[in-house]
C-alpha cells in the first residue's frame, strides 16, 4: 500500500506541472502531540465503509493495531490535516474514548496548496479495490469536474474542445468510454448538490445506507446554475427529479387561416345535416354558396 500511495502521489505530481516537486517532503512519526484536524471538505473525498466493513477494521484494529500511518498534510502553519485514514481515525478515537491506548504513525506530506492535496486524494481514492460502483462514478465525476475547470479560459469553443480530450483521457485510464466519465461527472454534481444542503444524506448515498436511484442523481447534476432545496431522504430527491423532468406542455399556435378553415367546415358540415333533414332550396343554396366560400379562400390562401 505504501508503494501504491507513493506512486499514486507521482503521478498527481506529473499531472500538476506547475508544481514545485520538490516542495513536498515525507516524514513518518509516530503520534504523540500533534492534534489531528478533520477537514469537512476533504473528508468528502473519501467514500464511507459499509457497516460491515467498519465492523471488519475496527476488529482488525482492536485485534492487531493500525498498521498502516495515517496520511496527514502538514501545512505551513504547521497544522496537521487528516487527508487518508479517516475511517481509522474514527476508530481509535472510539477505541480510545474506552480508555484503551492505541499506538499509531503519522505519515506528514507537505503540498503547495490545497488543491493539489484534493487531487492527490482523489487519484489515491480511486487506486482503492473496494470502492463500489457508485463510489467509483462519484471520484471519476469530481475528477473530471476538476481537470475541466483547470482548462478554463475566455474562448468557450477551446474550453469545450479540451473538455472533450479530458474526458477521452479518463476514460482511457479508468478503461471505461468517454460518455460513462462525462455521466460520471452528473452524478457527482448531482451529489455534491444534495451534500450542499445535507453532507449528512450525501455520505449514507455514498454509502449505500441510503438508495437513490443513479439516473436521478445524474437528473439532478443537469440542472445548471440552482440550488437545491434541503432533502432529507430519498423520496423527496426522487419526487424533486420527477417534478423537474416534467416537460412544461406547449401551448399550439393556430394561424388564422387554419381557425378561417375550421369555421368554414363547421358551417358546411351544419348546412349539409340542415339539407339531409329538410331537402330546402334555401338550405342547398347555402351549402353550395358555402362550398364556393371556401373553395375561394383555400385558393386565396395558397
Not at 467514500?47 to 482492536?62: A, Q
Not at 436521478?216 to 431522504?233: R, W, Y
Not at 423537474?244 to 358540415?269: A, M
Amino acid at each position: 500500500m505504501a508503494k501504491l500511495r507513493d506512486k499514486l502521489r507521482q503521478k498527481a505530481l506529473k499531472e500538476n506541472s506547475d508544481q514545485d516537486i520538490s516542495a513536498i517532503a515525507n516524514v513518518i512519526e509516530k503520534a504523540q502531540v500533534a492534534t489531528i484536524v478533520i477537514d469537512p471538505n476533504l473528508q468528502s473525498f473519501i467514500p464511507p465503509l459499509s457497516e460491515e466493513e467498519k465492523t471488519l477494521l475496527e476488529t482488525s484494529i482492536r485485534d492487531e493495531g493500525v498498521r498502516e500511518p495515517l496520511q496527514v498534510w502538514k501545512k505551513e502553519d504547521d497544522s496537521v490535516i487528516l487527508i487518508d485514514g479517516h475511517n481509522r481515525y474514527e476508530i481509535i478515537q472510539k477505541i480510545e474514548s474506552e480508555g484503551k491506548r492505541v499506538e499509531f504513525g503519522l505519515n506528514y506530506i507537505t503540498f503547495p496548496s490545497i488543491e493539489e492535496v484534493k487531487d492527490w486524494m482523489l487519484i489515491n481514492q480511486l487506486g482503492r479495490r473496494n470502492l463500489t460502483d457508485e463510489q467509483r462514478s462519484y471520484l471519476r465525476g469530481v475528477r473530471l469536474e476538476r481537470e475541466k475547470k483547470k482548462h478554463g479560459g475566455d474562448r468557450k469553443s477551446r474550453h469545450q474542445i479540451d473538455a472533450i480530450k479530458t474526458s477521452e483521457k479518463l476514460g482511457k485510464e479508468y478503461n471505461v468510454g468517454q460518455a460513462t466519465i462525462e455521466r460520471d461527472a452528473q452524478y457527482a454534481r448531482g451529489l455534491d448538490k444534495i451534500g450542499e444542503g445535507n453532507l449528512n444524506l450525501k455520505r449514507e448515498i455514498l454509502g449505500g445506507k441510503v438508495k437513490v436511484k443513479k439516473s436521478t442523481l445524474q437528473a439532478l447534476g443537469k440542472i445548471k446554475e440552482e440550488k437545491l432545496p434541503v432533502f432529507t431522504s430519498s423520496s423527496e430527491i426522487e419526487t424533486y427529479a420527477r417534478k423537474k423532468s416534467k416537460k412544461p406542455t406547449k401551448t399550439l399556435k393556430i394561424s388564422k387561416e387554419e381557425i378561417k378553415i375550421q369555421e368554414y367546415k363547421t358551417q358546411i358540415k351544419d348546412a349539409v345535416d340542415t339539407l339531409g333533414a329538410s331537402s330546402d332550396k334555401k338550405a342547398f343554396d347555402k351549402l353550395r354558396k358555402l362550398i364556393d366560400g371556401f373553395e375561394k379562400y383555400c385558393n386565396s390562401a395558397k
